[in-house]
């Protein structure tokens, strides 16, 4: 039987509906506008795609964009003066510094300047602390998507096996963290995992996180699994033709071949219309959370991990 089609695209677009309704009652019943800094430096196309995106749907939602553009040559003090300043200004209830960051700044450093109260990436060392130690935190917005989908479709996920493969800091470690926090049985693969195939074919829930077009195969899924496809890799499409320039088309695909994984498994997110846009969605839930953690107020349900 086909998979089901978890459909990041319409779900994105009811947590952004939920978030609108929240920051308008924001507004009318305590006068609070919650308020998103996106700092960019440099000029990497692919990052201003992804800062114009998040501006223009932090607006639909009626909260405040500040949008921060820094040179590429940006001294790391000022960058540390601009997040300081963020830091202290009430309007502002989450920062985020748009990645990778040009060679010469401390990544790191500067992600740690950033109040962890308007971490809304999630990344501040504090917040991954409390996230590993099961604490309330602001969880990074790419496993926080891929959460509220597997229990949007699932409801419970006590007791199944889930197999995460990748653990970069920024997606593969923190959903571990938020599966074992829903009381999965969590395994962590990575480039040196012995038998791949083998472990993957155990999970009920294969979260990919790798950044290797398509590298997992129907035959690695157990029939019924769910799987929830994070990679975003472009790949030549010559079937689409050439462009204006003679450069031949691309195409997006995820890091699962999802035509054999789709025939499989018994959910799927597709690539494109799965994660990605459940990201910016999460973005903008943190930073309503963020506004109301700031002023002591209830945090709106569903919308956190
Ligand atoms: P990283 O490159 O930081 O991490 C990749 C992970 O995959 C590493 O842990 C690496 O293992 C593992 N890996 C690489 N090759 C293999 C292999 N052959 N077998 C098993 N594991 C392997 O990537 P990210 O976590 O940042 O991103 C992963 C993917 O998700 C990318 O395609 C990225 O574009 C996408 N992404 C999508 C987002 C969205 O919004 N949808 C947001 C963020 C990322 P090791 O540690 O051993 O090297």
Not at 23 to 28: I, T
Not at 98 to 121: C, S, T, W, Y
């Amino acid at each position: 039987m086909a998979a089901t089609i978890i459909d990041g695209k319409a779900f994105a677009a009811e947590v952004r509906g939920k978030v609108a309704e929240h920051v308008a009652r924001l507004k009318d019943d305590h006068g609070i506008t919650p308020g998103l800094a996106v700092v960019l430096v440099g000029a990497d196309p692919a990052s201003q795609v992804y800062v114009r995106s998040k501006g223009k749907q932090t607006v639909e939602v009626g909260m405040a964009s500040f949008e921060h553009r820094l040179a590429e040559d940006t001294a790391e003090d000022e960058l540390l003066g601009l997040i300081d300043h963020l830091n202290a200004d009430p309007e502002v209830h989450g920062i985020l510094v748009q990645l990778p960051l040009p060679g010469h700044l401390n990544e790191d450093l500067v992600i740690n300047a950033i109040d962890p109260a308007k971490d809304v990436d999630g990344f501040h060392i504090s917040n991954v602390g409390l996230l590993g130690t099961g604490q309330k935190s602001m969880v990074p917005c790419t496993p926080l998507g891929c959460l509220m989908m597997l229990r949007h479709h699932h409801g419970s996920l006590s007791g199944m096996d889930a197999v995460v493969v990748g653990r970069s800091n920024i997606v593969g470690k923190p959903m571990a963290q938020l599966l074992l926090g829903d009381s999965c049985t969590v395994t962590i693969a990575h480039s040196r995992t012995r038998d791949l195939p083998g472990v993957v074919r155990r999970a009920d829930i294969v979260v990919a996180a790798v950044g290797r077009p398509e590298m997992v195969p129907g035959d690695w899924i157990k029939p019924g699994a769910t799987v929830i496809d994070v990679g975003i890799n472009r790949i030549d499409a010559p079937e689409k033709g050439t462009n204006e320039d003679g450069s031949v088309k691309t195409r997006l695909v995820g890091d699962c071949h999802y035509a054999s994984c789709a025939e499989v498994a018994g959910a799927i997110t597709p690539v494109p219309g799965g994660v990605g846009p459940m990201t910016i969605a999460c973005l903008l839930a943190n930073t309503v959370t963020a506004c109301c953690r700031a002023n002591g107020l209830p945090e709106p349900e569903g919308l956190t991990a």
